[in-house]
Nanobody, 120 residues
Framework: QVQLVESGGGLVQPGGSLRLSCAVSGSIFSIYGMGWYRQAPGKQRELVAYITSGGSTNYAASVKGRFTISRINAKNTLYLQMNSLKPDDTAVYSC??????????????WGQGTQVTVSS
């Protein structure tokens, strides 16, 4: 069984920073692409940032230049450094990973999400 657990969310003032982490555990053979998504109240879930197993990244236009996605493959951990946060960044942030399990099978797995609230 595979688990993704996010941490690092919270309340921050506009202009502040937060760093999210997503730890992947379980019967993992390999992890391909990983991404951070967010969903604000009343809105559809959107892709925030994505990183391949080789380290190539892409970002939503709304966060480019402010957010940085990274991963440590040896630790099966994904990060999202969020700087210059705005109230519009308020959402539940979830990580997603494309995982091949040791017993075979490849599928996308989701974490439970962590709340990020940007407010003064």
């Amino acid at each position: 069984q595979v688990q993704l657990v996010e941490s690092g969310g919270g309340l921050v003032q506009p202009g502040g920073s937060l760093r999210l982490s997503c730890a992947v555990s379980g019967s993992i053979f390999s992890i391909y692409g990983m991404g951070w998504y967010r969903q604000a109240p009343g809105k559809q879930r959107e892709l925030v940032a994505y990183i391949t197993s080789g380290g190539s990244t892409n970002y939503a236009a709304s966060v480019k230049g402010r957010f940085t996605i990274s991963r440590i493959n040896a630790k099966n951990t994904l990060y999202l450094q969020m700087n210059s946060l705005k109230p519009d960044d308020t959402a539940v942030y979830s990580c997603n990973a494309d995982i091949v399990e040791r017993l075979g099978g490849r599928m996308y797995h989701w974490g439970q999400g962590t709340q990020v609230t940007v407010s003064s």
